[in-house]
């Protein structure tokens, strides 16, 4: 049973416009939240992260959103540019819950020029 | 910037054969992780390590071993190699508290004959 889901395996956005990536979990325990990306030969690297104790975080081009009562996270991307094409990863943690991070299986972004 | 370095990009093995993955990290992170990327499936924890010879398993740690002498390496070991565990090996590591951003290894994908 997936406990972090990526609904949606692929997304095509215009060059310029907003690209929403969704996230939604099913463990109630998850308390911190963080998106990867993810460049075809390359490992994952960290964009962007919240805590629960946020509902809004912001880092210049990408916003994540935290809806609790929703379980759901979503990762906004304005303006979009075709160099952000790449595999979003979102995932979640138990910050006391040891080490263990659930990843979603990826949604592939394709931004068109 | 962090460096974290799997020794090989590419491995083809056969049935039976045992498998050592490497990985090194040159951040004196204290944990080392070890995860599989299947698509549809996102990434799965295979083993961890918070600690030189410590080790914790994963979701997934059927079929591995995990061996960390030193605090900058972590080898991942299939005893006994089969096909199902063809695969993209991600390592990662991280510093201090659990909910850390994971550090990635550009990945050794595994084909198992």
């Known amino acids: 049973d997936q406990q972090v889901k990526q609904n949606s395996p692929s997304l095509s956005v215009q060059e310029g416009r907003i690209s929403i990536l969704n996230c939604d979990y099913t463990n109630s325990m998850f308390d911190y939240f963080l998106w990867y990306k993810k460049y075809p030969a390359e490992g994952p690297t960290f964009l962007i992260s919240?805590?629960?104790?946020?509902d809004k975080n912001e880092d210049g081009r990408f916003t994540v959103f935290l809806n609790k009562s929703a379980k759901h996270l979503s990762l906004h991307i304005v303006p979009s540019q075709p160099g952000d094409s790449a595999v979003y990863f979102c995932a979640a943690s138990v910050s006391t819950g040891g080490f263990k991070t659930i990843f979603g299986a990826g949604t592939r972004l394709f931004v068109k020029a | 910037d962090v460096k974290v370095t799997q020794s090989s990009r590419y491995l083809v093995k056969r049935t039976g054969e045992k498998v050592f993955l490497e990985c090194v990290q040159d951040m004196d992170h204290e944990n080392m992780f070890w995860y599989r990327q299947d698509p549809g499936l996102g990434l799965r924890l295979i083993y961890f390590?918070?600690?030189?010879?410590?080790?914790e398993k994963g979701d997934i740690p059927e079929g591995y071993s995990v061996s960390r002498e030193k605090k900058e390496r972590f080898s991942l070991i299939l005893e006994s190699a089969s096909t199902n565990q063809t695969s993209m090996y991600l390592c990662a590591s991280s510093f201090g508290q659990s909910n850390e951003k994971l550090f990635f290894g550009s990945g050794t994908q595994l084909s198992v004959l």
């Open positions: 919240i805590s629960s104790i946020k």
């Open positions: 390590s918070y600690d030189v010879k410590m080790k």
